[in-house]
C-alpha cells in the first residue's frame, strides 16, 4: 500500500503522474492531471495495466524490459493512448522510487506536448511562408542583425550580384562584404556609406550603386524590430537599370517631341488622342486641351477612301507601323494634304500600350511633285499629256491585252493646211488655235481616253479597250467637233483634220508599230481629199464603207416603206391547230435584194434604228392581228423585243397606245424577250414586266437556254411561255446532249407551269420526239416559213379548227 501523504503530493503536481507497481506492471495510482490527459477516471485508470496505455514500439520494449528486470529508467518523447484510443504527444520520464527498504514503485510523469507541437508546426509554416515570400519578392533581399552579421538572403539577391558558388555553399560574411564591395563602381564610398548606416539609429535610407556590369541597384534599408526593439536591418535591392534609362530616354523623346518640326500626337490603345505636340496643335488651329480624348480618326480623311481608317488599324495591328497619305483640315483653311508615319508600342506581354502618329503638311511637296510631273509628262503648251506618258499608259494597256486579249486603237490627227495659218496670222495665233483644237478633241473623247500632243499640228488618241467600231465613232466624233466654226479674236475660220487609224493587235504590237501605221493611214486620207478618217487595214475600210452603205439603205427603205412583215404560223404538236403566229421582218432592196435580217438587224442594233424598226414592227403586227381579230379568225401575234426597245422609257405606254389605237384585245399580242433583257437591272425589268402583264399582254422567253438562263427569273418574271432555241432542235433526235437539253427544259416548264414552243423544226422525226416528251407547239420549215398575211390565211384554212 502506498502512504497516504504520497497521494497528496501527487495531486499538487501539475505534470501528469503514474504510479506503476513493479511487479504487475498495473497502475497504483494516479493524480488528476494523469485523468484529464487521457480523459479517463481515476478508477478507470487504477489497476490497468501499463501496457495497455502504450502506443509506441519503444514503450512495448521498455516494460517488457522493466518485466525482465533488465531496465528501470527511461526519457524521451512518445506517445500514450487516451481513452478513444487516440494517440497524444507527450514527453515522457521513467525512475524507480523506493517505498520502503522492501518496497518500490516506478514513477511514470508525462508533459502533454500537444500545444507545443501545435506552436512548432505554427513556427514551422510560418517560417515556410516568410521564406516565399523571400524568394518571391522581385527584389533581392538580404537580413542582418544590427552588429552587421549576415542572417539571410534570397536567391534573387544572389542573382543581381551575380554571386560566386563558393560564397553560395560556405556561410563567410567577411568575404560576402568584401565581394560586394569589389563589384561597386565607388568602392570607398560605397564602404564608408555601409559604415555610416551600421553607426546611426535604424532609420529608413535609399541609395543608388552603380556595379561593374553595367547594372544600376537601388538599395533600401530598412529596419527590423521585435517586441517594439531593433534587432537588425533588412536590405532591399532593385535593379533599376531599365527604368533610369527609360527615364532617361524618355526625357529625350520629351525634348523631341516639344521640339520637332513634325506634327506629332500620341494615343491609347482605343486610338483616343492623350497628347499633342506644339507643331501638331499649329498645324491643326487647335489647342491641345480641345484635341486630347479627339478620337485619331477625326485627324484625317480620304474622300475616295472610306475605309481609311479601318485599313490603318489592320496594318498596325499586324506589322506595327503605317504610312501613307491623306487629308486633314483646320478651321482657318480648306483641307490640306499631309504625309503620315503611324507606330504601335506594345508591352513585354505583347498588349498595346500606345500609338504615336507623325505627319506634315504635304501641300507644297505635292504641287511642286505636280509641276515636275506637269513638265516630264505634258505638253507645255496645250496641257495634253506628251509622247512619255502616252507610253507609259499605251505600255500598261499592252501587258493587259496580252493576258487577256483586250483591244485599243491609236488615232493619228493631222491638221489640214495649218501651216497657212501660222504663214498669214503668225505662231502665236497658231498656238491659240492648237490650244482650242485641244480643248475639243478633249471634249469627244471618253474620260479613259488618252489625248496627246506630238508635236506641231500633230496628235495622237489612245482609245481605251476599243474595236474597230469603236475607233469609228470616236473619229467620227472628232470630225464632228473639228467640223463648227472656230472664233479667236473676232475671227471667225474653219480647221479641218485627216485622221489614221490602227489596231492593236491586227495592225501592230507595239506604240512606235501603230503610230507608224495609223500615220500612213492618215496620209491617205490626205491623198484623196482630206477631212476624214480611215483605217490601216484594208479590208476594214471596205466593211466600214460596206456597212455606212446599208445603213443608208435601211433607213430609206423605212422611208420607202420597203419593210413588210411575214408570219410563220405556231402548231400545236397534239392536234395540229394553229396556236399563234410570230411576226418576222422581211426587207427587199433594189439594190441588195432579198437582205436577210441576220445581216441588217445587227447593225441596227449598233446604230440604235433597230429603237425605229421595232416601233414599226409593233405598229405593223397590231394592225394586222386587229384584222383578224374583226374577221372572226383571232390569233396570237408575237414579236421580237430588243433590248434597246425594251429600255425605252416609253415602251409600256407605246404597247398600250398602239393596241388601244387598233382595238385589239391585249392577250392577242405576245413579246418575245431575250434573257439578257431580263437579267439587266432585275428590280426594273420586274416593274416594267409587272406593267405589261397588268395590260394583258402575252410575254414569253425567246431563245432558252442561249443566254442567261436562271431558275430566279423565270420563278420571279411573269413569263407564260419558254422557246427552245433552234440550235439545240436541230440534232433532234439523235444527239444525246440535244434531247437532254431539250427533255429538262419542258420537264421544267411543266413544273413552273409555262407552255412550250419549239423552233426551228424541220423534220418529222423532231417533231415525233418533242411530242413524245409532250411539248405543245412548234414552229418551223416542217408546217411553214414565214408568210405573207394573205397566204397564211390560206394555210390556216387547211389546218384542223
Known amino acids: 500500500m502506498m502512504p497516504a501523504s504520497w497521494q497528496a503530493v501527487l495531486n499538487a503536481m501539475l505534470e501528469s503522474v503514474w504510479l ?42 521498455f516494460w517488457e524490459d522493466v518485466a525482465a528486470g533488465l531496465s528501470h529508467q527511461i526519457h524521451s518523447e512518445t506517445m500514450v ?75 534573387h539577391f544572389a542573382r543581381l550580384w551575380d554571386l560566386p558558388e563558393e560564397l553560395l555553399l560556405q556561410r563567410n560574411d567577411q568575404a560576402l562584404y568584401q565581394y560586394l564591395a569589389g563589384c561597386v563602381v565607388e568602392r570607398e564610398a560605397y564602404q564608408a556609406r555601409l559604415i555610416e548606416i551600421e553607426r546611426s539609429r535604424p ?75 506644339p507643331v501638331c496643335e499649329r498645324l491643326l488651329n487647335k489647342a491641345q486641351q480641345q484635341l486630347i480624348g479627339t478620337p485619331a480618326r477625326e485627324l484625317f480623311h480620304e474622300p475616295l477612301d472610306p475605309g481609311l481608317f479601318a485599313r490603318i488599324e489592320r496594318k498596325l495591328a499586324e506589322e506595327g507601323f503605317w504610312e501613307g497619305d491623306a ?84 488615232l493619228f490627227l493631222d491638221l489640214d493646211r495649218f501651216k497657212n495659218i501660222n504663214d498669214s496670222l503668225g505662231h502665236l495665233f497658231g498656238d491659240r488655235v492648237l490650244v482650242e483644237v485641244a480643248r475639243r478633241v478633249g471634249q469627244a473623247l471618253r474620260d479613259v481616253d488618252t489625248l496627246c500632243r506630238l508635236g506641231g499640228d500633230e496628235f495622237l488618241v489612245f482609245l481605251h479597250d476599243a474595236d474597230a467600231y469603236g475607233a ?4 467620227r466624233r472628232i470630225l464632228e467637233v473639228m467640223s463648227r466654226p472656230f472664233q479667236v479674236d473676232e475671227m471667225s475660220f474653219s480647221v479641218g483634220c485627216s485622221i489614221g487609224v490602227a489596231l492593236y493587235p491586227e495592225d501592230g504590237r507595239t506604240l512606235d508599230e501603230l503610230i507608224k501605221y495609223a500615220d500612213i493611214a492618215m496620209y491617205r ?50 392536234s395540229g391547230r394553229l396556236l399563234g403566229v410570230e411576226a418576222l421582218i422581211r426587207w427587199t432592196d433594189s439594190e441588195f435584194g432579198k437582205v436577210s435580217p441576220a445581216l441588217f438587224i445587227p447593225l441596227a442594233e449598233e446604230t440604235g434604228f433597230i429603237v425605229a424598226i421595232g416601233n414599226w414592227v409593233l405598229g405593223e403586227a397590231v394592225r394586222q392581228a386587229a384584222i383578224w381579230q374583226a374577221a372572226g379568225q383571232a390569233v396570237t401575234v408575237s414579236i421580237n423585243v430588243s433590248a434597246m426597245q425594251f429600255q425605252q422609257a416609253d415602251f409600256v405606254q407605246r404597247i398600250e ?68 432555241d433552234r440550235s439545240f432542235v436541230m440534232g433532234l433526235p439523235n444527239d444525246e446532249s440535244d434531247r437532254a437539253i431539250v427533255s429538262a427544259t419542258i420537264g421544267m416548264a ?30 418551223g420549215f416542217l408546217c411553214s416559213p414565214g408568210l405573207p398575211a394573205d397566204e397564211l390565211e390560206r394555210l390556216r384554212a387547211n389546218l384542223p379548227t
Not at 494523469?34 to 478508477?43: F, G, N, P, Y
Not at 469609228?472 to 473619229?475: F, K, L, N, Q, T
Not at 427603205?557 to 400545236?572: G, N, T
Not at 394583258?696 to 420571279?716: H, P
Open 20 to 61: 506503476v507497481d513493479p511487479m504487475t506492471l498495473r497502475i497504483v495510482a494516479v493524480n488528476p492531471a494523469a485523468c484529464a490527459l487521457l480523459d479517463l477516471t481515476e478508477h478507470e485508470l487504477v489497476g490497468k495495466a501499463v501496457i495497455e496505455l502504450t502506443a509506441t514500439p519503444e514503450d512495448q520494449f
Open 657 to 724: 397606245r398602239a393596241i388601244q389605237a387598233v382595238g385589239l384585245r391585249a392577250d392577242l399580242l405576245e413579246l418575245e424577250l431575250t434573257e439578257s433583257i431580263l437579267v439587266k437591272d432585275v428590280d426594273e425589268t420586274l416593274a416594267r414586266l409587272h406593267q405589261l402583264a397588268g395590260l394583258g399582254v402575252g410575254m414569253s422567253i425567246d431563245d432558252f437556254g442561249t443566254g442567261y438562263s436562271s431558275l430566279a427569273y423565270l420563278k420571279k418574271f411573269p413569263i407564260s411561255k419558254l422557246k427552245i
Open 750 to 779: 411543266r413544273a413552273l407551269g409555262l407552255s412550250v414552243v419549239a423552233e426551228g423544226v424541220e423534220t418529222l422525226a423532231q417533231r415525233d420526239y418533242l411530242a413524245a416528251l409532250d411539248c405543245e407547239s412548234f414552229q
Open 472 to 475: 469609228e465613232i470616236a473619229a
Open 203 to 277: 532609420v529608413q535610407a535609399t541609395d543608388v550603386l552603380e556595379l561593374h556590369s553595367g547594372r544600376l541597384l537601388e538599395r533600401v534599408t530598412l529596419p527590423q524590430y521585435s517586441r517594439g526593439r531593433a534587432i537588425g536591418r533588412v536590405f532591399s535591392f532593385r535593379d533599376i537599370t531599365q527604368r533610369v534609362d527609360a527615364e532617361s530616354r524618355q526625357r529625350l523623346a520629351a525634348k523631341v517631341f516639344e521640339s520637332s518640326l513634325d506634327a506629332i500626337f500620341i494615343t491609347g490603345p482605343e486610338f483616343l488622342i492623350l497628347a499633342v505636340n
Open 327 to 410: 487629308w486633314s483640315s483646320q478651321a482657318s483653311r480648306s483641307t490640306f494634304a499631309v504625309q503620315i508615319s503611324w507606330v504601335l508600342l506594345r508591352d513585354e506581354s505583347g498588349a498595346v500600350l500606345n500609338t504615336i502618329g507623325f505627319f506634315k503638311d504635304n501641300t507644297e511637296r505635292i504641287a511642286a511633285q505636280q509641276r515636275i510631273e506637269q513638265l516630264a509628262y505634258s505638253d507645255v503648251l496645250t496641257g495634253l499629256p506628251n509622247r512619255l506618258l502616252l507610253s507609259q499608259r499605251v505600255e500598261f494597256s499592252l501587258n493587259i491585252a496580252e493576258r487577256s486579249g483586250g483591244r485599243f486603237a491609236i
Open 525 to 574: 486620207v490626205k491623198e484623196h481629199g482630206r477631212g476624214n478618217f480611215r483605217f490601216y487595214q484594208p479590208q476594214m475600210n471596205v466593211d466600214l464603207l460596206s456597212r455606212m452603205k446599208m445603213d443608208h439603205a435601211m433607213r430609206q427603205a423605212m422611208e420607202k416603206s420597203l419593210f413588210c412583215l411575214h408570219y410563220q404560223p405556231q402548231i400545236a404538236l397534239d
Open 81 to 155: 493512448r487516451s481513452n478513444l484510443g487516440v494517440p497524444i504527444a507527450v514527453e515522457r520520464r521513467v525512475s524507480r522510487l523506493p517505498v520502503d527498504q522492501h518496497n518500490s514503485v516506478f514513477l511514470v510523469s508525462m508533459q502533454d506536448m500537444r500545444q507545443q507541437r501545435r506552436i512548432e508546426a505554427s513556427h514551422e509554416r510560418l517560417m515556410a511562408e516568410l521564406r516565399a515570400t523571400l524568394e518571391s519578392t522581385a527584389d533581392g533581399i538580404l537580413v542582418t542583425d544590427l552588429s552587421g552579421s549576415v542572417r539571410n538572403y534570397n536567391r
